[in-house]
């Protein structure tokens, strides 16, 4: 069930938030004023650490998307996360290989709401922070979350994306 708090949001966040609370999600997604289009943006928007943004990257990996959520506060190291994850190189998806993937744009991307469940690493460095915040479909919508639930949320596993 949507929250009456949900119902002006985005037709893409609508999805999420639907997805979420699917999934028994308590957090709400929240439409901001700002852009939330970098994890810089984001955590000014919010007053947060940089750190407690979670980043949607989606990369082509043995010819599939593939989404990793990393914290805001550092780059992905493409070559060591792919042998740590044992998949074969990791090439930044287009803009339109995103779209397609998700049916979101870059700098909204969300870890859910998307045609089909990707494979999905998250950064082992959102553990650190009680509380992060994740995009919702659209770049200025996010809900608040944890490392922990976004790895139930995507299925996705516990890694470090750095070197």
Known sequence: MVSQENASLPVRSMQVARALAAAGV???VRELAESTR???E???ALGCDVGAI?????FISD???VLVLTSGQHKVNTAALATRWGRGKLQRAT?????QATGQAIGGVAPVGHPRALPT???AALVDHAQV???AGTPRTVFPTTAGELVRLTGGRLLPVGP
């Open 26 to 28: 308590e957090g709400q």
């Open 38 to 40: 970098t994890a810089v």
């Open 42 to 44: 984001a955590a000014s």
């Open 54 to 58: 979670a980043n949607s990257l989606v």
């Open 63 to 65: 010819d599939d998307a």
């Open 95 to 99: 803009p339109e290989q995103v779209r």
């Open 121 to 123: 690493v998250v950064d």
């Open 133 to 135: 915040w994740a995009a």
